[in-house]
């Protein structure tokens, strides 16, 4: 696992683009990736190749509560919260725990805070890693505004352990 660089950006725009197609991520133009690099985590084999990508993007928190599954409250008072985007893996290393060790490092680097996600598909592997399907309304609102609603896309999120109970 390693931090993208904005040599990597023609390779993550190719693997990013067989998820456009299928409709479950939105496009992003070649220039997003040189631009917001230090965005993305890569998983490469040890010959370098780049099996699977997702970015992660700080906002400031929404709401200054949000509640977990079980409805109790966790304070994100004064503080940001964490948006995963654009997480995809490469169809020929699917299914052998590229995904899972993405999300695990992008939740590490998220650190203490609340993380948000939308997603078209099922949100399996979210919800394998604690994520919960979550009220759109406690998400930051300037992520919400870049959602096209014609997507459909549902709006998890995940609170770690160590944010502060109220």
Same mark, same amino acid.
């Given at each position: 696992?390693?931090?993208?660089?904005?040599?990597? !950006?023609?390779?993550?725009? =190719?693997?990013?683009? /067989?998820?456009?197609?299928?409709?479950?991520?939105?496009?992003?133009?070649?220039?997003?990736?040189?631009?917001?690099?230090?965005?993305?985590?890569?998983?490469?084999?040890?010959? $370098?190749? #780049?099996? $699977?990508?997702?970015?992660?993007?700080?906002?400031? *928190? =929404?709401?200054?509560?949000?509640?977990?599954? &079980?409805?109790?409250?966790?304070?994100?008072?004064?503080?940001?919260?964490?948006?995963?985007?654009?997480?995809?893996?490469?169809? +020929? &290393?699917?299914?052998? $725990?590229? $995904?899972?060790?993405?999300? =695990?490092?992008?939740?590490?680097?998220?650190?203490?805070? &609340?993380?948000?996600? !939308?997603? /078209? +598909?099922?949100?399996?592997?979210?919800?394998?890693? !604690?994520?919960? #399907?979550?009220?759109?309304?406690?998400?930051? *609102?300037?992520?919400? *505004?870049?959602?096209?609603?014609?997507?459909?896309?549902?709006?998890?999120?995940?609170?770690?352990?160590?944010?502060?109970?109220?």
């Amino acid at each position: 696992m390693r931090t993208a660089t904005p040599a990597d !950006a023609r390779t993550l725009h =190719r693997l990013s683009t /067989t998820f456009v197609h299928s409709g479950a991520l939105r496009e992003r133009p070649e220039g997003h990736y040189v631009r917001h690099a230090e965005h993305f985590l890569v998983a490469a084999t040890a010959t $370098g190749t #780049i099996e $699977g990508c997702v970015a992660l993007r700080y906002y400031p *928190a =929404r709401s200054p509560m949000y509640r977990n599954p &079980s409805g109790a409250a966790w304070s994100d008072v004064g503080r940001t919260a964490a948006v995963v985007y654009n997480f995809c893996v490469a169809p +020929g &290393s699917q299914r052998r $725990g590229v $995904g899972s060790a993405l999300l =695990r490092a992008v939740l590490a680097k998220a650190g203490p805070r &609340s993380v948000f996600t !939308a997603t /078209t +598909g099922s949100g399996e592997l979210f919800l394998r890693h !604690a994520f919960h #399907i979550c009220d759109a309304s406690t998400a930051p *609102a300037a992520w919400l *505004a870049t959602l096209d609603p014609r997507r459909g896309s549902t709006v998890l999120s995940r609170c770690v352990e160590t944010c502060r109970r109220e």
